[in-house]
């Protein structure tokens, strides 16, 4: 049962410091909704005014208390703003800039940090996920190198669909494609289909599949040239996905093939169909075990490529959106008002193929 409440502390009391709301996931399904401090801005910062978060999977996790994360949590890290107070000077950055954001803190000196690959970090904090809270509050603190101006033809709402395009845009140049060649896309949801749109914006010519009728339809609006229907209950490729793989590729499969479920058979799959000497970039990510034969990457010669984040391409994510705005578009299917911000997560529990994402429209206190 969802609860949502309303807190009011002693500093919402006319007269005395500045106050804003913020939703914060005390418990299991349980959003209170508190009047907290206006937070100061300190060095390297800048007062951040939210306007939109868009929730994923990381977010229904949490809200669920399913998730690695202690609650209470403000949760949210897909999310935009305007620049409300900028102390410092900073290069490309003015006050009433909107502005998306790249929620990883990374800590700057482990292994993956010294090779320039933050978006892997071991000791890693991500705004609204881990020990930070994020963005389902009215004003932020933010460091300015965290933030990407956005172009004006980006509105709120797309704007915050930043940070997963730049995830999906890490997991394609992670998986070096070479215009001309043909990639499979396993997975049409929001990451399946940014992938798809960023490859085909690269010349990459793509198929995409997934288990939903209506998904496959959308991929082929991201720019897939066409589409398999998968059966979870039988085993992928059936013959006539066999007929069409063989055709399109002359015989060799896909050479680049991206798993953005996180399904262990989805990764199978990846690697069952994959071209030999090809690619396989794993982009989803669950908990649960996957199994195959120690044959089938020395044999095929396959590279196996783990991707996670993006190593800062909010800016460039921003760039791909504002070109392809019609997508973009066609990503968010719900939005919600800050003040039914449980109701979002209900509806984004229901799992049905016509829930893309959802888009929280935060109306921001005045700084």
């Not at 969802?2 to 996931?25: D, I, L």
């Not at 890693?124 to 956005?150: H, R």
């Not at 997508?327 to 509806?347: K, S």
């Given at each position: ?12 009391v006319p007269g005395s410091r500045r106050t804003m709301r913020a939703a914060c996931t005390v418990s299991k399904e349980t959003i209170r909704y508190e009047e907290r ?79 320039g690959r933050a978006n892997a970090c071991d000791q890693m904090s991500v705004y ?240």
């Amino acid at each position: 049962m969802t609860a949502e409440t309303t807190t009011r502390t002693a500093s919402s009391v006319p007269g005395s410091r500045r106050t804003m709301r913020a939703a914060c996931t005390v418990s299991k399904e349980t959003i209170r909704y508190e009047e907290r401090p206006v937070p100061v801005p300190g060095p390297g910062q800048a007062l951040l005014r939210i306007e939109t978060v868009t929730l994923c999977g990381t977010d229904l996790h949490i809200w669920e208390d399913d998730y690695a994360t202690e609650l209470p949590m403000v949760q949210g890290h897909e999310f935009c703003g305007v620049i409300e107070e900028l102390p410092e000077p900073h290069p490309g950055l003015a006050v009433g800039d909107r502005v998306a954001v790249s929620p990883i803190l990374a800590c700057g000196s482990c292994h993956a940090c010294s090779i320039g690959r933050a978006n892997a970090c071991d000791q890693m904090s991500v705004y609204g996920c881990y020990d930070v809270e994020g963005a389902l509050t009215e004003l932020m603190a933010v460091p300015v190198t965290k933030l990407f101006p956005v172009p004006e033809a980006l509105p709120a709402h797309l704007a915050s669909l930043c940070e997963p395009a730049s995830i999906a845009m890490q997991a394609v140049n992670r998986g070096r494609p070479v215009a001309g060649e043909k990639a499979l896309v396993l997975g049409s949801g929001p990451i399946g289909l940014l992938c798809t749109l960023y490859l085909t914006s690269l010349g990459v010519e793509v198929v995409a599949a997934d288990t939903v009728p209506a998904r496959c339809a959308l991929a082929r609006e991201f720019g897939a040239v066409d589409t398999v229907l998968i059966d979870p209950a039988v085993p992928f490729p059936v013959p006539h996905h066999t007929e069409l793989l063989t055709t399109w590729t002359g015989g060799h499969g896909p050479s680049l093939v991206f798993e953005a479920t996180g399904a262990p058979a989805s990764l199978n799959n990846a690697l069952r169909t994959v071209a030999t000497a090809g690619r396989v970039v794993a982009v989803g990510i669950s908990d649960r075990e996957v199994t195959f034969s120690m044959r089938t990457l020395p044999v095929k010669d396959i590279d196996l490529i783990g991707s996670r984040n993006s190593q800062e391409l909010i800016g460039e994510a921003a760039e791909l959106l504002a070109r392809h705005r019609r997508q973009a578009e066609a990503l968010i299917t719900h939005r919600f008002p800050f003040d039914r911000v449980a109701e979002a997560f209900e509806t984004m529990r229901s799992a049905t193929g016509t829930v893309g994402k959802i888009a929280v429209d935060v109306p921001g206190a005045a700084a």
